[in-house]
């Protein structure tokens, strides 16, 4: 795993699983509360019982906490667990009345809390995407004349390489007629 790689899915997934633990012994009041702002998002969070949902939260920050730090856990399959989390926070910060201006998208005083995990969604694009990159074959990635892509810089900084480039050779007109070209 790259150290850009590691460092997106050490930092919210420590913060995440902390949540998860610190919500363990919710008590029915503040799982009422956050239901109550929860189904604004997610609506069918609105049908389960105040200690169900607070087993269903700290238990599922507990498992994308985990899925981010363990790193068996595929990169992709890290990043759709937080973008399924960070989707749930983001809906809901849009979709409960008093969080957003007028405008619908800028955070009021009282919505900055909750507009911050657009960077939790922000994070799970990069480590999707990251995933994704790497189960392409190079050879989608790379030019295939045998000069350097310009996706080798990315591939070789997912792949946590070190490997110099090597200098590019100056085209002349002569090599260029020599592969077929007219000048």
């Keep these: 795993m790259a150290l850009s790689t590691a460092i997106l899915r050490a930092v919210p997934g420590a913060f995440i699983l902390n949540s998860g633990i610190s919500t363990l012994g919710m008590d029915a009041g503040t799982a009422e509360a956050l239901r109550g702002m929860a189904a604004q998002g997610v609506p069918v969070l609105g049908k389960l019982t105040p200690e169900q949902f607070a087993k269903f939260i700290s238990y599922g920050e ?92 990315v591939l070789r900084a997912l792949a946590g390489s070190s490997t110099p480039r090597t200098p590019r050779t100056p085209r002349t007109a002569d090599a260029h007629r020599a592969r077929g070209g007219t000048r």
């Design 62 to 153: 507990i498992a994308v906490g985990a899925s981010l730090l363990l790193p068996f856990v595929p990169t992709k399959v890290a990043g759709l667990a937080l973008a399924g989390f960070s989707g749930s926070l983001v809906s809901m910060y849009l979709r409960t009345p008093g969080m957003t201006e007028s405008d619908g998208v800028r955070p009021t005083q009282q919505g900055t809390a909750v507009a911050k995990d657009t960077w939790l969604l922000a994070i799970a694009a990069a480590l999707v995407l990251a995933g994704w990159l790497l189960m392409l074959p190079p050879a989608v990635l790379l030019r295939r004349s045998g000069r350097r892509g310009p996706m080798e810089h």
